[in-house]
């Protein structure tokens, strides 16, 4: 079998100068910003360059390619850059000529332009990545005939860092928002590729379910400021991936009682358990399933990550040459909103139907968005919401354990209508008396939750 490099890395150039009069595009080089944003990259990038490993340096000969490869090779200790026409003018054989002389175990790192490196991307990987200026993108090879490559991680300057979002309080909205959303998102890029490649891991699949929802939580407080019809379309995608998570977590939850309750009382540990021989079983194929449609889920992510650097890019643009009316600044916007939440759910929670499942968990839900959105603002509005978040955390605990419960219940009832084992059997009534009693336990004192603790 032969051999394949372990990564190819694209990286667009930084900003470079607007074109003027008469001045040929391939005279343009690198702005003092460009070069400032390249610096932002660099660590992150030369992390994923570790020393044990070998790579090459290529790029297009324009000026403002290739001294965005010279900052790169400079900080990753490298005076050896090779400049190719290929890249220039965006042959795709020129690309695949030079994967093929590339050793096993090394990686090619290639500085260009788009649309090149995004139609390139297209071809080898099946996903259109819009490349933005100083953006890198690290894809595995998996193939050099016909080359294939998987998407593996990305970097640029906006989110190396929370402190590189360089985002303040008079800003537009949308300018605002639209960056916060692209650091989210890319979180989620990340926290996939960790599942995909640990899908055994339970706290893998949990913090991808949990990115996932901070992202939804932070799309949904600006719903009035979007396009309904796009919003609507990017949150039925984020809905989709969160979901496919579901079932998985909820074996897990499952899992975590039933390993729980054994501690508890030693004496059910005493023979191998049935009840957990199943779940494995079960875990193990709905991780399956969902790492067999990994490519759906990375498409949602990339097909998101379009809209956030196309419609609401160009609209968060469009936004800035406008002088801004009272009010909708981020700040002002923001703190408009979490008051208002706070208000509807306090309102919620007077006139919620307790003895309705679906009620307590749409209270949940709202628990949920609220604290998700304070999280991920306090630091830059410096909120002081301390004692809302912990507020919520309090809520969110005491009614994600009820619901945790009765979705467990749910869990065992399907299960026990498949696996007709005797051992399973007796535990899984063990633990569904349990989780009965907890569901009972936890909806009493739902009832007797006293609303005002939560912030004005």
């Known amino acids: 079998m032969t051999e394949t490099p372990g990564e190819l890395i694209l990286i667009r150039h930084g900003r470079a100068t607007p074109r003027q009069g008469t001045e040929l595009d391939a005279q343009r080089e690198l702005t003092k910003r460009g070069r400032e944003e390249l610096e932002k990259i660099l660590p992150e990038l030369s992390a994923h360059l570790n020393s044990a490993s070998q790579f090459q340096l290529g790029t297009s ?23 190719f026409d290929w890249i220039a003018q965006g042959e795709y054989t020129g690309l695949q000529e030079r994967l093929k002389n590339l050793k096993p175990s090394s990686s090619l790192v290639i500085v260009g332009h788009e649309p090149h490196l995004g139609r390139w991307s297209r071809q080898f990987s099946g996903f259109t990545v819009p490349f933005k200026k100083a953006m890198a993108v690290g894809f595995r090879v998996t193939s050099l005939e016909p080359l294939r490559a998987w998407p593996a991680w990305m970097i640029t300057p906006e989110t190396a860092g929370l402190r590189d979002m360089d985002i303040e309080g008079g800003q537009p909205v949308l300018c605002a928002f639209q960056k916060i959303l692209r650091f989210k998102l890319r979180g989620i890029f990340q926290m996939l590729q960790k599942f995909l490649d640990h899908p055994e891991d339970p706290e893998t699949a949990h913090q991808l379910r949990v990115s996932i929802r901070a992202f939804r939580s932070l799309l949904s407080f600006i719903r009035p400021k979007l396009d309904q019809m796009q919003y609507q379309h990017v949150q039925l995608q984020t809905k989709k991936l969160s979901q496919r998570l579901g079932r998985l977590r909820e074996i897990d939850i499952l899992k975590w009682e039933w390993l729980k309750l054994r501690k508890t009382y030693p004496e059910l540990t005493r023979k191998k358990s049935a009840l957990l021989a199943v779940l494995e079983t079960e875990r193990q194929r709905e991780q399956a399933e969902i790492c ?14 379009n809209w956030l650097n196309g419609d609401l890019a160009a609209e968060a643009e469009e936004a800035k040459g406008q002088k801004q009316k009272q009010g909708q600044t981020f700040e002002d916007f923001s703190r408009k909103r979490i008051g208002s939440g706070i208000k509807k759910t306090a309102a919620y929670l007077k006139t919620a139907d307790y003895t309705d499942f679906s009620n307590i968990h749409g209270l949940r839900i709202q628990f949920k968005k609220l604290r998700y959105v304070l999280k991920e603002l306090d630091p830059l509005l410096h909120l002081k919401s301390k004692g809302s978040i912990k507020s919520f955390e309090a809520l969110q605990d005491l009614f994600g354990s009820y619901c945790d419960a009765e979705r467990n219940l749910a869990l065992l009832n399907e299960l026990n209508g498949r696996y007709a084992d005797p051992a399973f059997c007796f535990e899984s009534g063990i633990l569904w008396g349990h989780q009965t009693f907890t569901a009972g336990e936890k909806l009493e004192k739902i009832k007797n939750f006293d609303g005002r603790i939560l912030p004005a």
């Open 61 to 83: 000969p324009l000026p403002r390619a290739f001294q965005t490869a010279e900052i790169i090779g400079r900080y990753l200790g490298t005076d050896k850059i090779e400049q």
């Open 292 to 305: 067999g449609g990994a490519e759906m889920m990375l498409s949602a992510v990339f097909d998101i990550w």
